[in-house]
């Protein structure tokens, strides 16, 4: 026998579908800001996680997301520049940078967006006269490092953008592939060799380096914690997000220096994401509490 509650889900609008493209991303909290956000409207759309093993996948995945009319995706590690050449068009802020964390499917062409750079500038604004002019510092060559290249470039005018790279030779040429005609100061360093970072007004941790369960070689900070590296004239960015209080925050705020979340990024670029899918403002209030019960509540024992 069929019952009321089953019924009634039967005859529901089917949903517009969203998700997130990554490999092994099932942490994100992604689905709990969106599906919040859509609950709180009151608007039909389910966002899920779609993990895909092998970049090999990538054309497969996205032929197949316009057959099935899923609605859109953010992209994240890593394959925000594997997407690129799969996808009918791109905004300006893509193609700047040549990678995309947010996909639109309008009537079967895919459109890649990439709003990382406008949610990594927001809450570093009301600082821009303090940064303009001053070094700033960026850990990491991943797609994310480079929304914040080009946030600093477009909003900020920093002295000098020195980025702490494992490679160096991928490094420079993947920035010179992506500003190829532009004056851009851009210092590549190691990432091991911290000699100019207390020079820098602003230091930016954009590797996964500090995320809760994912530590990599025992390392839970970019930065050696016990250096004395961080002073009170400086902001401490740091996009991990899951803890909230990073290790690299803890101490930063020990030495009073301003600090910045991952949260802020995390919902910068997801309101920005949710206007392009739906047509509506999200409820970031409601999101934020949302999110940061869900945070506080996982917390290890």
Sequence with gaps: MITERVRNHCMTKAKNILGLIGRAVDYSY??????SA???????YYYTVFNIADPLLIPDALRGAKAL???????TIPYKKEVVPYLDELSQEATSIQAVNTIV???????????????FASPLLPFKERISGTPVCIFGGGGAALAAIEAFKLFFKPKEI????????????????????????????RSDDFAKIRGC?????????GTRGRELSGMTSIIPLDRELIHPDQIV??????????PLLQTAERAGAKTISGIEMLIGQAERSFTLWTGMQMPVTAVRAALLHEIHNNKPA
């Design 30 to 35: 992604s689905p709990l800001i969106h599906n």
């Design 38 to 44: 859509c609950e709180v409207l009151g608007i039909p």
């Design 69 to 75: 009319g899923i609605r859109g995706f953010n992209v």
């Design 105 to 119: 499917n309008e009537h079967g062409r895919l459109i890649g967006h990439n709003t990382d750079i406008a949610g």
């Design 162 to 189: 020195v980025l702490f790279v494992r490679d160096l030779e991928k490094a420079r040429n993947i920035v010179d592939e992506t500003w190829p005609d532009s004056a851009l100061p851009v210092t590549i360093v």
């Design 201 to 209: 007004s602003v230091i930016v941790n954009a590797t996964p380096i």
């Design 237 to 246: 960015y740091d996009m991990v997000y899951n803890p909230v209080d990073t």
